[in-house]
């Protein structure tokens, strides 16, 4: 087996979308997550749920005829996203930040 792993991430996937659509981003950039609640009380399954209905919101703002070439090859990257990867990172940065 083969290490697929890009820049300290799961994959490349994974590494390209936090960097395209998530590095700018943090956990107040969500509704219900951020300064209302103990970051480490945030459950990592529903951000990384909440990460992935927002990109395939962008996706299907950027590509909005179903059943196109490009909008149904970006879906299919989003398959190898490592949701909960992203969502952790963002977690962790948050607390990191607050504890400055």
Not at 3 to 32: C, P
Not at 40 to 66: M, S
Not at 71 to 84: E, P, S
Request: charged share 30%; hydrophobic share 40%; net charge negative.
């Amino acid at each position: 087996m083969s290490d697929t792993k890009y820049n300290g991430w799961t994959n490349y996937a994974t590494w390209r979308v936090n960097l395209e659509m998530f590095d700018n981003l943090s956990l107040s950039d969500f509704d219900g997550v951020g300064d209302k609640v103990d970051p480490e009380l945030i459950c990592v399954y529903t951000l990384a749920e909440a990460l992935k209905e927002r990109a395939e919101f962008y996706i299907d703002c950027e590509c909005p005829k179903d059943g196109s070439f490009a909008k149904d090859y970006a879906l299919a990257f989003l398959q190898d996203v490592n949701w909960k990867e992203i969502a952790k990172h963002l977690i962790d940065d948050h607390i990191a930040e607050n504890q400055e």
